[in-house]
Nanobody
Framework: VQLQASGGGLVDAGGSLRLSCTAS????????LGWYRQTPGKQRELVARITRDNNTNYADSVKGRFTISKDNAKNSTYLQMDSLKPEDTAVYYC???????????????WGQGTLVTVSS
């Protein structure tokens, strides 16, 4: 399973960006999709996650500013990021908890990361 993320870039503080991620390959089902971010010297942290039942959870630091969504037909997830702050600057990674076949377990798949830079 491959995840392809896009949509990162440079934006001024207060601006918006929309990240997209599509999973491809042999996919039987997706249990959840999520976005994580990482800055140099720090651990990767969860930003937002959405389950197949459309339950969502967000990091406290992005609540009210970021919105995660998905398109089941496209095996895609999106992260709408509004009111961006310089501290949101990071490499953003998409993640999927994927089952490739009906009898196989769910396994994590990761995208390559997309850089978001918010200037002050």
């Amino acid at each position: 399973v491959q995840l392809q993320a896009s949509g990162g870039g440079l934006v001024d503080a207060g601006g918006s960006l929309r990240l997209s991620c599509t999973a491809s390959g042999t996919i039987f089902s997706i249990n959840s999709l999520g976005w994580y971010r990482q800055t140099p010297g720090k651990q990767r942290e969860l930003v937002a996650r959405i389950t197949r039942d459309n339950n969502t959870n967000y990091a406290d630091s992005v609540k009210g500013r970021f919105t995660i969504s998905k398109d089941n037909a496209k095996n895609s997830t999106y992260l709408q990021m509004d009111s961006l702050k310089p501290e949101d600057t990071a490499v953003y990674y998409c993640n999927a908890d994927v089952r490739r076949f009906s009898a196989s377990p769910y396994r994590d798949a990761w995208g390559q990361g997309t850089l978001v830079t918010v200037s002050s």
